[in-house]
């Protein structure tokens, strides 16, 4: 297997080869690492304690498959890669649909495009946007009330595939799109994004399927905590890794490392690493399983990516801002009047639609609504509901929404009284005929009277079915009641013309 040597001539990485990896995929698991097992896993679950403010809020991040087309596995991420180095190419602001053709997908992989490599393709898209995420926050008051908030996205909200054939040549024709999660999208384009370095992640998935888990991972970890705080190494919790990276976890030192090993490997024959990986064992307590923790040292290739990856990206980002796509400065003020800083609240404004920010408004004003206000710090979770694309609860609606919904019902309650209206017209015209009728037919004598009810009787008797003819057999035949009126007074109206 031929990996990316360290010459200087691959050390000087090309931009282009970056794509925007959004953060969450890079920190939390979505996709399995290996095609062992692969039929057979539901699910990957991972649980972790976030500091937000002054409490610690509890994190469940669950991913489940679908039935039929199994759990998302090496080859839908590697698709995946692929579809968002064509949204890198597209720039900024991140927009739906992100078209493309399964061929160009194939090329992009190296992969023969054949009959086979399409269904699979296909199919790797179809297990992505099927999979379910599961996300619960929960937390405890300081009046010890549990709350609890779940939700549950996609990773792809729509795919759609279509073929077709040329009308001369009758060679097919294929484009397929694909609708990213608009929380995956606000994240994209709220700046939300690590540097990916496309061709890398290709090399090592072909020595390591775990390889690409701790590629993504580690760049992640290494950005937060080595470059942006300047520290030596990045520490990791092994039991966290082995869910994240998707490898078994194993009870002693010397298989978890052995289970890592090739991994490391090829990370640190490419730079990603600077050092081999140092194991740190923490005793627990009597009767506790003891912890591993992993140090682990950004190499050069590492600290390149993340320079010159970022500038690259963060420089589209800015091309976005500057293209005047920035929302109106009432709203911006509106955001500072409800507690964000002025210097997120512009950022924010430069980043997020009109329709984005007003929903989140409408989000805040609406907890309020229903008793479940914002009590602490307003500003930072309005600020964060509009960056992350926070979920209203079951019956929430925006403000157009409800205006809309008031004005349709409005619309509704009005025609239905005009048909009430009508329908108390007809029937005083109906009752109004009907007295006339009776009227003429009284004037009549009672032999003339009893022959016209006969007449009526007859008619109306002729279109009785067996079951009509069966009540009638024993049961006095009354020509006015409910049943038969209309079609009494129409025989009458014609007999007495």
């Known amino acids: 297997m031929e990996i990316l040597s360290t010459t200087k001539e691959t050390q000087a990485l090309n931009a282009k080869r970056f794509i925007a990896g959004e953060v969450n995929l890079s920190r939390l698991p979505f996709f399995a690492s290996s095609t062992k097992g692969l039929k057979k896993k539901i699910k990957i679950e991972y649980r972790h304690v976030e500091r937000v403010g002054e409490r610690d809020v509890e994190i469940l ?3 489940s498959a679908n039935a039929e087309y199994g759990y998302p596995g090496p080859l839908s991420e590697a698709v995946h890669m692929a579809i968002m180095q064509i949204v890198t190419e597209q720039g900024f602001p991140i927009q739906n649909p992100i078209t493309f053709t399964i ?12 009959g086979r490599t399409y269904r699979q393709a296909k199919d790797a898209i179809r297990a992505t946007r099927l999979a379910g995420v599961e996300i619960r926050r929960s937390f405890t008051t300081k009046d ?15 795919v759609i595939f279509y073929g077709d054939e040329h009308l001369e ?6 484009y397929s799109a694909v609708w990213l999660a608009d929380f995956y999208i606000n994240s994209l384009n709220s700046g939300y994004f690590r540097p990916l370095d496309f061709d890398y992640f290709k090399q090592i998935r072909r020595a390591s399927y775990a390889g690409p888990k701790l590629y993504n991972y580690l760049g992640y970890r290494f950005s937060t905590s080595c470059f942006k705080h300047n520290n030596e190494y990045t520490k990791v919790d092994y039991d966290q890794l082995s869910i994240i990276a998707d490898v078994k976890r194993q009870p002693n030192k010397s298989l978890a490392m052995q289970k890592l090993a090739k991994a490391h490997q090829v990370l640190l024959e490419t730079d990603f690493l600077d050092r081999d990986p140092v194991w740190q064992i923490e005793k627990q307590g009597t009767g506790k399983p003891a912890k591993f923790y992993i140090l682990y040292y950004p190499g050069k290739r590492a600290r390149e990516e993340y320079r010159h ?3 690259q990206l963060t420089r589209q980002l800015e091309m976005f801002e500057s293209r005047g796509e920035a929302t109106t400065p009432e709203i911006s003020n509106e955001l500072v009047a409800l507690g964000v800083t002025e210097s997120r609240a512009v950022q924010i404004a430069k980043r997020h639609s009109p329709t984005q920010i007003n929903r989140q408004l409408d989000h805040l004003a609406y907890l309020g609504e229903i008793g479940r206000p914002i009590k602490d710090n307003v500003g930072g979770w309005l600020a964060n ?12 609606k925006t403000r157009e929404e409800r205006k809309a919904q008031s004005k349709a019902q409005a619309n509704s309650e009005a025609q239905q009284q005009q048909r009430e209206q009508e329908d108390r017209r007809q029937r005083d015209e ?7 009728l009776d009227t003429q037919l009284s004037t009549l004598s009672e032999t003339d009277q009893q022959r016209i009810n006969e007449e009526i009787e007859t008619r109306i008797r002729v279109g009785f079915d067996d079951f009509m003819i069966k009540i009638y057999a024993t049961k006095p035949f009354d020509p006015k009641s409910a049943m038969h009126r209309s079609e009494y007074y129409k ?7």
Do not use: M
């Open 385 to 396: 509901a509009i960056e992350k694309d926070y979920t209203p609860p079951k019956g929430f």
């Open 430 to 436: 109906q009752q109004a005929q009907y007295r006339e």
């Open 169 to 174: 040549t009758g060679e097919p024709i294929e």
């Open 491 to 497: 025989h009458l109206g014609e007999l007495l013309k």
């Open 309 to 311: 990856g970022r500038r």
């Open 61 to 63: 991040w669950k991913v």
């Open 144 to 158: 010890q009330r549990r709350i609890s908030f779940e939700e549950i996205q996609n990773l792809y909200s729509r």
């Open 103 to 114: 061929y160009d997908i194939c090329k992009r992989l190296e992969l023969k495009p054949s």
